[in-house]
């Protein structure tokens, strides 16, 4: 299972990822974490990433896509993948097909997990942290001194300023404007599906093994 993985904040991308990385033994490559790791442990990417960002500069494609070959030429990652967090840009796209091309690597397909806006605003306006571990509950499932206390390690429970209404309006709005030229162009190469991902996890991740699988004997299919 080769993909790449769109949603936006809210949608339970995060959630389907790790189910689809149990279910395949596969790597979830965070782009993020990726770049925090390098910059962390000094790696050459990592020291020339950090260049870029101690002056305020957005970290260069050709270092992102550095950092993703290396990820994917280790044995774990190769064979089984899914990215997250990138590409964000048409241009970043065609890079990242070129690498794919150079080392060999079919992509499966490019999958987007549909949004209901009202929904994701309300979802995040209940979604609390733990300080201490890091844990994500929702109020809808809290009561009682759960509300404010972690299940997990009896950290307190805050509410992350990111998920406060009207950020998460202005970042959906940017996700929206910065993914659909993207969208267009997995669509034209037919590598594109879209998922409603409003559904109960169970079922969302159940529609996604089902194009999984069919993808497999059916490479390219597009919604």
């Given at each position: 299972m080769r993909?790449?993985?769109?949603?936006?904040p809210?949608?339970?991308?995060?959630?389907?990822?790790?189910?689809?990385?149990?279910?395949?033994?596969?790597?979830?490559?965070?782009?993020?974490?990726?770049l925090r790791e390098a910059v962390k442990n000094r790696t050459p990417l990592g020291v020339k990433a950090k260049s870029y960002m101690d002056a305020g500069n957005l970290v260069p494609d050709d270092v992102m896509i550095g950092l993703?070959?290396?990820?994917?030429?280790?044995?774990?990652?190769?064979?089984?993948?899914i990215l997250d967090g990138f590409p964000r840009t048409v241009a970043q796209a065609k890079a990242l097909d070129d690498m794919f091309d150079?080392?060999?690597?079919?992509?499966?397909?490019?999958?987007?997990?549909?949004?209901?806006?009202e929904e994701v605003v309300r979802r995040l306006n209940n979604?609390?942290?733990?300080?201490?571990?890091?844990?994500?509950?929702?109020?809808?499932?809290?009561?009682?001194?759960?509300?404010?206390?972690?299940?997990?390690?009896?950290g307190e429970l805050y509410h992350r300023e990111d998920d406060m209404p009207d950020t998460v309006k202005h970042r959906l709005e940017v996700y929206l404007k910065q993914t659909k030229p993207l969208k267009d162009f997995y669509r034209q190469s037919g590598r594109f599906i879209q998922i409603d991902g409003m559904q109960e996890i169970g079922y969302v991740h159940k529609m996604i093994l089902d194009w999984i699988y069919r993808n497999r004997t059916q490479p390219h299919i597009a919604d």
């Open positions: 993909i790449i993985l769109f949603g936006p809210g949608v339970g991308k995060g959630t389907q990822a790790k189910l689809l990385t149990e279910e395949f033994d596969s790597v979830h490559i965070s782009t993020g974490d990726l993703i070959e290396e990820m994917l030429n280790s044995d774990r990652a190769r064979n089984s993948f150079r080392m060999g690597i079919k992509l499966d397909g490019v999958m987007s997990l549909r949004v209901d806006h979604r609390r942290m733990c300080r201490t571990c890091g844990r994500i509950y929702s109020l809808d499932h809290l009561k009682g001194k759960e509300l404010t206390q972690c299940r997990n390690c009896g």
